[in-house]
């Protein structure tokens, strides 16, 4: 019975903090809108996710998280003095291949998106097979360097959370 009330409980709670997050104002209305949001779009939703994903170590989305901001903050510096006090013409920008081990869709999914919110890279496409992501770097000298550091902040931590 629980489990068709709520039929993931992670994106209830997401979207109960999202909307919580998005009025910006704490009432007691709000909140029960938000529980409302995150009982009713799950539920309207369910038929098209039969798979749900897995998280096999939860608790290590935390950590994820934590390093995901860290290197945001990091990057956003980063940017500001290459935009700010490089010359054009001393920005190497790059093409980086990316080999995936990952095979969750979903983390596949949480991989691109962390790669396009951290400043200075983008993916911009998955391989046919979701062997391979295409990712443009806006300053390295070092591509190979960019790849694996992506392959293991980033990669294995997914690894660990979704397979």
């Not at 009330?5 to 704490?26: C, G, K």
């Not at 962390?114 to 979701?130: F, K, Y």
């Amino acid at each position: 019975m629980l489990a068709r009330l709520i039929p993931h409980p992670l994106l209830s709670l997401a979207l109960v903090l999202v909307w919580l997050a998005l009025v910006n104002t704490f009432t007691l209305g709000n909140l029960i809108l938000a529980i409302a949001i995150g009982l009713i779009i799950p539920m309207l939703t369910a038929a098209y996710w039969p798979d749900r994903p897995k998280l096999s170590k939860p608790l290590k989305s935390i950590e994820y998280v934590a390093i995901v901001i860290w290197d945001i903050v990091l990057a956003n510096i980063e940017v500001a003095k290459i935009i700010l006090f490089r010359k054009e013409r001393d920005i190497r920008s790059r093409w980086v291949s990316v080999p995936l081990e990952l095979t969750s869709p979903e983390a596949i999914t949480v991989l691109a998106g962390t790669i396009t919110m951290t400043p200075g890279t983008v993916s911009t496409m998955l391989s046919a097979d979701a062997g391979c992501i295409l990712v443009h770097c806006l300053n390295t000298d070092d591509p190979d360097g960019v790849r694996d550091e992506i392959k293991a902040r980033y990669e294995t931590r997914l690894m660990e959370i979704f397979e």
